[in-house]
């Protein structure tokens, strides 16, 4: 399984991200991620546009709702050709099933391999005091997320988004072969914005990460693509 370095395209503009992306050689093919910044301004046309350049693409909209509007958006999702996208664990098991269901009927009707199905556990912004306070859920944050890995896989989604920080505890609990995509990435030297649970490219690669999600440290970088490549060649290194 490749084990990609993920850009966060957070973008308020198509224009920016498509200038953004222009400063790569034509032969670099980069997995970028599309949240919702750049999709609720940009639209589904910005996932053909930069899939027309090459790139694969990890459309990020982290959807929560009532298990039939949750199916219904993942069958339009399904149809757009990206190949990971997000869904909410705290959703709960019926939801995270019909999220499943939608994407694969979405994705057939075009003859496409379906996305992958990626449940978000505790987002790396929360730290221990929100989850027991904000969320009123007791325990550390490493059971809650382990929690929702199970959940997701009993699910059937194909993998999790959670800190480099939980990857152990969840392969251990549901399997190596489950995905764990970790955001909250932040080089020795980079500020940690408002991420609570960080770790350092070779630190994540050492705990068994399945591909790195970095925005910031990147897309704010005087050198965005001398950033991208030290984040990459640090990342190779340490997973070799
Ligand atoms: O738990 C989560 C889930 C998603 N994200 C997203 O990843 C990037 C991280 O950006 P940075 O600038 O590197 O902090 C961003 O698009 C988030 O929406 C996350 O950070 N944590």
């Not at 790569?24 to 589904?44: Q, S």
Request: charged share 15%; proline share 5%; aromatic share 4%.
């Amino acid at each position: 399984m490749s084990r990609p370095v993920i850009i966060a395209l957070d973008f308020p503009t198509a224009a920016q991200a498509l200038v953004f992306l222009d400063q790569f050689p034509a032969t670099t093919k980069l997995t970028v991620k599309i949240g919702m910044e750049l999709f609720y301004a940009a639209g589904p046309q910005i996932v053909q546009a930069i899939e027309a350049r090459g790139h694969a693409v990890f459309l990020d909209l982290k959807l929560h709702d009532i298990p039939n509007t949750v199916e219904s958006a993942m069958r339009v999702i399904g149809r757009l050709g990206v190949r990971y996208t997000t869904v909410h664990a705290a959703g709960g098991h019926v939801m995270l099933a019909a999220a499943k269901r939608g994407l694969v009927a979405g994705a057939a009707e075009q003859g496409l391999p379906a996305p992958k199905l990626l449940a978000i556990t505790q987002l790396t912004s929360t730290n221990q005091a929100m989850l027991n306070t904000d969320q009123q859920i007791p325990g550390t944050v490493q059971a809650s997320v382990v929690h929702y890995a199970e959940l997701a896989q009993a699910s059937d989604c194909d993998g999790v988004i959670c800190s480099a920080q939980e990857v152990g505890a969840i392969h251990a609990a549901v399997g190596t072969d489950f995905i764990a995509i970790t955001p909250g990435i932040r080089p020795a030297t980079a500020a940690a914005d408002d991420q609570q649970r960080v770790m350092t490219p070779t630190a994540a690669a050492k705990a068994g990460s399945n591909g790195l999600v970095v925005g910031r440290p990147i897309t704010q970088a005087e050198n965005a693509v001398r950033a991208y490549q030290q984040i990459l060649t640090e990342w190779s290194a340490a997973n070799d």
